[in-house]
């Protein structure tokens, strides 16, 4: 049977109208695909903000637990012993709400100990990152803040040692050569300038060791009666309690800070007044070591500053007069050092610093 031409020409109709819908099909298939997916990196973006922000989870806290009280509430109105169990599911609800937040903000507590720990000068420590979110990132600031000030603070500690060590072989050489000029008061003048250069490179050093760690502490049991003793000298007078107890100290740093705080008390001291007194007393387990002098005393307001390096209250003063300002300073560093503290204040007349040692 012969086949109509009109056949063949609807069957080619019918075949392209097939693949054109095909095609769009295609066409559509693929842009839901592209939606869909465009969709889901909206959600996943907007998701991961909600989690790093800490306000946006504090507020959805806020409305869940509103949303929810209102529906007990409502629920509770059209039963007559609704207040029985709607006070203690809204008591329920608030102790979950305030458990959810507690769990948010609790890394903030990290971070407060994290601060405290730097304000003391471990910057060692490092603050836990609990949660992902802003605390988090606020956790991993302070971390790299910590390493780059210890960073800068080893370079600098580093730097000074080197200094001073490199300093010490030509000033060796300088004083011996100075002891071979002939008598004088230029000698004497060139001896005296030599030995401040070698005492502020020898406070220089004692100051980095000590600042690094307490590491270059050699305890011992020490008689600080003993050690008070050996500084008698004219202008000093001491007052030592019987039968005081025996302390683990390092001998030679306590003894440093005992002789820089005499010969600060006797510099500043009106001897018409009195003189300088050295104490000793027992206080709980430890010992108490005071030395006060009847000088002018300190402006109140520099009293802060007292301790810190090559600080002096009176900026005027010479090297012969007030020092460089490291003495305190080493006091302080040794004190903390064994675990005390430096207190310094006005006596009225006069000065007073004193450092417990357990």
Same mark, same amino acid.
């Given at each position: ?10 069957? %080619? ?5 097939? &693949? ?29 903000r909600f989690k ?81 979110? %802003? ?10 803040? &910590? ?31 100075? %002891? ?12 005296? %300038?030599? &030995? ?6 020898? &406070?220089?050093?004692e100051s980095e ?150």
């Open positions: 049977m012969k086949q109509h031409p009109y056949d063949h020409r609807w069957r %080619e109709r019918w075949e392209r109208k097939k &693949a054109k819908r095909a095609r769009r099909m295609g066409r559509d298939w693929d842009y839901r695909w592209r939606v869909r997916h465009r969709w889901h990196q909206r959600w996943h973006h907007q998701h991961r790093h922000s800490l306000g946006a989870r504090l507020i959805a806290i806020f409305i869940v637990l509103a949303c929810t009280s209102s529906v007990i509430l409502w629920a509770c109105m059209g039963s007559p012993y609704g207040l029985l169990w709607a006070v203690p599911a809204l008591l329920v609800v608030t102790g979950f709400a305030f458990g959810m937040i507690r769990h948010m903000v609790w890394p903030l507590h990290a971070l407060a100990i994290g601060a405290e720990a730097f304000r003391r000068g471990e910057f060692s420590h490092r603050v836990p990152v609990i949660h992902g979110d %802003e605390i988090g990132d606020l956790a991993v600031r302070f971390n790299q803040m &910590a390493a780059d000030i210890q960073a800068m603070l080893d370079g600098k500690r580093a730097l000074l040692l080197a200094i001073s060590h490199e300093l010490r072989s030509p000033l060796t050489r300088a004083r011996l050569h100075a %002891e071979l000029v002939g008598e004088g008061a230029s000698r004497d003048a060139l001896l005296d %300038e030599l &030995a401040q250069m070698r005492d502020l490179i020898t &406070a220089l050093l060791r000590l600042g690094s760690g307490h590491s270059a502490l050699q305890l011992s049991d020490c008689d600080l009666a003993a050690l008070a003793r050996e500084q008698a000298q004219p202008g000093l007078e001491l007052h030592v309690e019987p039968d005081l107890p025996v302390v683990q100290i390092d001998r030679l740093r306590v003894q440093l800070c005992l002789r820089n705080l005499v010969q600060n008390a006797l510099r500043h001291n009106d001897a018409t007044r009195g003189p300088v007194q050295l104490s000793l007393a027992r206080e709980g387990s430890g010992v108490r070591l005071t030395v006060r002098d009847f000088g002018p005393g300190v402006p109140a307001d520099s009293l802060p500053q007292l301790g810190q390096p090559f600080y002096r209250p009176d900026e005027a003063r010479t090297r012969h007069g007030g020092g460089v300002g490291l003495g305190l300073c080493l006091c302080r560093l040794v004190a903390e050092a064994h675990g005390g503290r430096l207190e310094l204040r006005n006596a009225e007349p006069g000065f007073e610093a004193s450092v417990r040692f357990a």
